[in-house]
């Protein structure tokens, strides 16, 4: 399958008002796009099953602090939250863009996480579901990725010393060559922005771990003050 073209955007860009050396530069069309996750409902999976998502391949953590953060999330898990108590081993080693790296591991065709929609403790992902119970935010378990997308965040450090974060949507092309390969994405498609609110708003937690808390404020005022200039909550496609 061919990417989809690109279309056009608006961005932000502003000082972290923590840092004076940081700057955002954002996306300001994705981030007041009314853009939602439909797993369970419209969501058709990447690879042709619904019920698992975008949980096919697994997770693939960002570091060693993510990986043993999801490990600790786990040893809470019970039979009771998690299909698959008690199997091991927990992550497994791939390859991302050629070199080795570690990702969740996977059994039947999912992340091992994934509990089916037969489960009686609830279908979805354990370690969400863990945290909901507990009164905690999915983000606070569950691997770096799984909560970021579809925010993609990426670094650059230039050669007088500034640097610069640049918050956009995490679309098929984000994945590379295989994302040609993926069967559906869900940013490319209408079915997708369905949500009540804007990005910004309903992604308010993901952005602030992501950028930090006054940045995040700044990014919801420049966001409000946009959206007062009357532009409609539409898909992007």
């Known amino acids: 399958m061919a990417f989809a073209p690109l279309t056009a955007r608006e961005w932000v860009t502003f ?31 990447i690879a042709g099953s619904p019920e698992a998502g975008c949980c096919t391949h697994g997770a693939f953590f960002t570091d060693k602090d993510d990986r043993r953060r999801v490990a600790r999330a786990a040893k809470e898990l019970t039979k009771a939250d998690w299909q698959r108590h ?19 591991a996977t059994r039947d065709g999912a992340c091992i996480y994934l509990n089916g929609p037969d489960f009686a403790g609830g279908a979805g992902c354990a370690l969400h579901g863990l945290a909901l119970r507990t009164g905690r935010h999915p983000l606070e378990l569950k691997p770096d990725v799984c909560w970021q997308v579809p925010i993609s965040r990426q670094e650059e450090e230039h050669e007088d010393g500034t640097r610069t974060t640049i918050v956009t949507e995490f679309s098929r092309r984000s994945w590379g060559e ?8 869900c940013t490319e498609s ?11 708003e309903s992604y308010g937690p993901e952005l602030t771990a992501l950028i930090g808390e006054p940045a995040y404020d700044e990014l919801t005022r420049l966001c409000r003050e946009a959206l007062r200039g ?3 909550l539409l898909p992007l496609i």
């Open 15 to 45: 000082p972290d008002p923590a840092d004076p050396e940081h700057e955002i530069r954002a996306d300001l069309t994705f981030l007041l796009s009314n853009w939602s996750c439909v797993w369970g409902t419209t969501c058709p999976g």
């Open 86 to 104: 008690g199997t091991r081993p927990l992550a497994e080693e791939d390859e991302l863009e050629g070199e080795p790296a570690w990702k969740t």
């Open 178 to 185: 295989g994302g040609a390969d993926l069967d559906w994405w």
């Open 190 to 200: 209408k079915a997708a922005y369905v949500g009540q609110a804007p990005m910004f």
């Open 230 to 232: 009357q532009r409609p």
